[in-house]
């Protein structure tokens, strides 16, 4: 997405621009399938408008239709809809009767999450000041961004406060692992506190485009066809000559280029260079930033459930509704995520495959899966009282990577298949594996496949190593740069921490400093 904002801009100011795909559609994880009349988003369930997304379709002149996408939270038998932030009061009352041994300890936690959720508030409260037309009624859009500014600039203070793992904050307030892991588990580890806990009011953020994720993908792409824009599908860039200012496919084609943008896995870019012809300075400026991607690491991948389901939308809408996270099991994951799968990796090969799968049991019953029906927001999306059915949790590349190459990696993708969907048909979906038509899945491999990602990163850089690129507000508007010349980076890598409406955001940002050349 983010090399597609780049194309669509740079048309408007009439640059000719080729963008090279390295899969035969466009959108990389932000894109949609259809199997047997259902709809299935390959990446994002929904997405994050962050004051970003609309104000940039918008500032682009393209129109598309959003739809509502409340999000649920469902443990055990507790379910909440999050309609306002008073469904707090909800969530924080379901984690009281979840652990009522704790409960002094969920009206501390409970607060902070109000607190930093407000911060949050704030910071989505205005549209990027960037693709607001100032042309028209400049005074009162600035009577009202004044005020929001300073507003903004303080929540930005109080939020740095919170930049620490979210796994340190919670030991602070909690001594019951299971309450820590319940609340935090579904988020990438090491997160910081600030998004993690204030992650309530992004909830209320989500929307989805009608016609499914995929369709921004393609408004983008239409947007971009309209000015001298190519777009090469098939085509997997395996060398970068900034000495030459070219690239090399992986049929030895060349491309040459002016300026570059790299939309796409940066370790990848930085293994790819060929320095030769560079000054030695820029070189060991390279070599530098080099060391530092062998460092850092991708954050986790996922695993996707995909079945079309024969049972109405309105079933789903009872139980749990359109977007859903969901536990089963109160105990959280504990040390099934951290000791046990760390002996999963270090110790694989002396592993049988029965222990391995023992150990999936226990990490698929206590995980929290994301859960999206799309014909809940679109009923085009689906046949006629039918549903099509998305159940996904992160997961580690490396592991199911080992497995491919013990040899049973079909074998461990079907174990997995059928666990989720056993174990959903025993608690929140009664007797659904009855009423499957069909089912596949897709896994961190898959992932690794479509987008290109070291290890299968969805959200670019992982916060348990140190992070390579810019990773603070002030420092955005640097997110393009690299050491590199004439070449750019824009992307889920580009800036930390990432997501679609970054992706955009860092697109626009090395246009900019393309144009101003």
């Not at 307030?173 to 580890?189: E, M, P």
């Not at 000791?339 to 049988?352: M, V």
């Not at 961190?444 to 390579?468: C, H, M, R």
Request: hydrophobic share 40%; net charge negative.
């Amino acid at each position: 997405m983010a090399g597609l904002t780049a194309a669509a801009y740079l048309a408007r100011e009439n640059v000719t621009v080729t963008v090279l795909e390295k899969n035969n559609r466009i959108g990389g994880l932000l894109s949609s399938f259809e199997q047997d009349g259902f709809l299935f988003d390959s990446g994002p369930r929904a997405l994050v408008n962050s004051g970003m997304v609309t104000p940039m379709f918008k500032d682009l002149g393209i129109e598309y239709e959003f739809l509502d996408n409340t999000i649920s939270i469902g443990i055990e038998d507790e379910m909440i809809r999050v309609e306002s932030m008073d469904s707090l009061k909800e969530y924080e009352a379901a984690l009281c009767r979840l652990y009522p041994e704790s409960v002094d300890d969920i009206h501390k936690i409970i607060p902070v999450m109000r607190k930093l959720s407000k911060y949050t508030e704030i910071l989505y409260e205005f549209d990027n000041p960037n693709f607001i037309d100032f042309s028209n009624n400049t005074a009162a859009i600035l009577s009202k961004m004044t005020p929001w500014f300073f507003k903004f600039l303080w929540s930005l203070y109080k939020m740095r406060q919170f930049n620490f793992p979210m796994e340190e904050h919670m030991a602070r307030l909690t001594d019951n692992q299971s309450l820590h892991d319940i609340i935090l588990q579904s988020f990438f580890r090491k997160m910081p506190s600030y998004f993690a806990l204030g992650y309530f009011y992004v909830y209320l953020d989500y929307f989805y485009p009608k016609g499914g994720t995929g369709a921004l993908a393609h408004l983008m792409e239409q947007k971009a066809l309209e000015g001298d824009v190519k777009i090469q599908l098939n085509t997997k860039i395996v060398e970068v000559r900034p000495g030459a200012k070219e690239v090399i496919d992986s049929e030895g084609n060349a491309y040459k280029y002016d300026e570059m943008i790299w939309a796409a896995d940066l370790k990848t870019l930085y293994q790819q260079l060929d320095t030769a012809n560079l000054d030695s300075a820029v070189r060991a400026e390279i070599e530098a930033k080099q060391k530092k991607m062998v460092l850092a690491k991708g954050a986790e991948s996922v695993f996707m459930l995909f079945a079309g389901i024969n049972r109405p939308p309105s079933y789903f809408r009872e139980h749990g509704g359109e977007h859903l996270f969901y536990t089963h099991s109160r105990q959280g994951l504990g040390e099934t995520l951290t000791t046990e799968r760390e002996d999963i990796l270090a110790n694989f090969e002396n592993k049988s495959k029965e222990e391995i799968l023992a150990w999936l049991d226990r990490f698929l019953s206590r995980n929290t899966f994301e859960v999206s029906v799309p014909a809940l927001r679109d009923p085009s999306l689906a046949p006629e009282g039918k549903s099509g059915l998305m159940i996904s949790c992160l997961f580690d590349y490396d592991i199911v990577k080992k497995v491919q190459e013990a040899g049973w990696y079909d074998e461990f993708k079907q174990n997995l298949e059928d666990k989720v969907f056993s174990l959903f048909s025993q608690t929140l979906y009664k007797g659904i594996d009855q009423d499957i038509l069909f089912k596949y899945s897709s896994s961190p491999l898959t992932v690794n496949k479509i987008s290109g990602s070291t290890g299968g990163a969805i959200t670019g850089w992982s916060f348990e190593t140190p992070i390579p690129v810019v990773y603070t507000l002030k420092d955005i508007n640097q997110s393009a740069l690299t050491p590199i010349p004439n070449v750019y980076k824009a992307g889920q890598f580009a800036y930390c921490p990432a997501g679609v409406p970054i992706a955009m955001l860092t697109g626009w940002y090395a246009t900019q400093e393309i144009v101003k050349e």
